[in-house]
């Protein structure tokens, strides 16, 4: 086993960072807000600490969940960073959703002392977070992610090595532009039922079985239907995440108009006062319209 960092103690980085304690690594975790560590501390045992830099000292592997790009920036380059208590030969794995851009950085900064760098992005939501099934999607040095790998599946059912620097981020586009179109399509479609007067569980009884099925109408329909909307990733991440979407198809020249359609639907959602409801409730929007 292994002697373990984890920086971020959200919804994600809780319990991912409570299956590595379990699993017998050694875990020193950091949060921004003490108490959170303080409780995970008094819940999972290990260390904390009350600085990136400290939590880092010694550790084989620095696991990071934060928020966004300067979080990220922050909790690796900072005055108190984790780059900076890291000992030549260690590696950072980043479960953060962030921008391909900063990972290369992130990556050079931390290949300039001997440090490796994995971007590995998570998808599965809190519940996956919590049973241990997450899909991660990685992008790095190879041999650099066959040392993390057998750390990163005590809390996965599925991690993969894409291709260099960034790849892993960029996959997690992929991932948030799938959902973006199916979560509208689904919301149009119990919407569409509700109008039309069907029972909008029998429907989905039977549509799921077919070509409409997907892992968001097996787990998200219910509580659409019933007008609950806090069950998972919040609207204001969405947007983060689609906004980083749209500025790299910009870059490379992609073309996104169902993304972007459905980043101005979750706009309009946030005027709503939906910013912390999870993804589904787009289908309030159409509600709200009528």
């Known amino acids: 086993m292994s002697k373990v960092a984890f920086l971020g103690l959200g919804v994600m980085g809780y319990p991912m960072a409570g299956h590595l304690q379990a699993a017998g690594h050694e875990v020193t975790v950091y949060n921004r807000t ?3 560590a303080e409780q995970w501390v008094s819940q999972h045992g290990g260390q904390m600490a009350t600085t990136p830099r400290d939590a880092a000292e010694g550790a084989e592997f620095v696991m990071a969940c934060v928020g966004n790009d300067d979080d990220l920036r922050m909790v690796c380059t900072g005055a108190d960073g984790a780059f900076k208590g ?3 030969g260690s590696v950072f794995v980043d479960h953060t959703t962030v921008s391909a851009k900063v990972t290369r950085e ?3 900064a931390a290949g300039a002392q001997g440090v490796s760098f994995v971007d590995a992005p998570i998808s599965g939501g809190q519940a996956g977070a919590e049973n241990g099934v997450l899909s991660i999607m ?5 041999a650099a992610y066959d040392r993390a790998e057998p750390v990163m599946q005590v809390y996965s059912k599925i991690c993969r090595r894409i291709g260099d620097s960034g790849a892993g981020q960029m996959t997690k586009m992929c991932n948030q532009i799938a959902i973006a179109g199916l979560v509208q399509g689904l919301s149009e479609a119990l919407h569409f039922a509700e109008k039309a ?13 077919g070509a409409a099925g997907s892992w968001q109408m097996s787990n998200r329909y219910e509580t659409m239907l019933d007008d609950h909307f806090d069950h998972g990733f919040a609207v204001d991440w969405m947007r983060k995440d689609l906004g980083i979407c749209l500025d790299t198809a910009d870059e490379t020249g992609a073309s996104l108009p169902v993304t972007a359609l459905v980043d101005q639907f979750y706009k309009d959602v946030q005027k709503m006062g939906g910013n912390r409801w999870d993804t589904s409730s787009l289908i309030k929007r159409l509600r709200a319209m009528g």
């Open 106 to 108: 992130l990556n050079v």
């Open 86 to 88: 890291m000992a030549e």
């Open 138 to 142: 990685c992008g790095g040095d190879q």
């Open 197 to 209: 007067g069907l029972d909008g569980r029998a429907v989905v009884e039977v549509i799921s079985q």
């Open 34 to 36: 003490a108490a959170k």
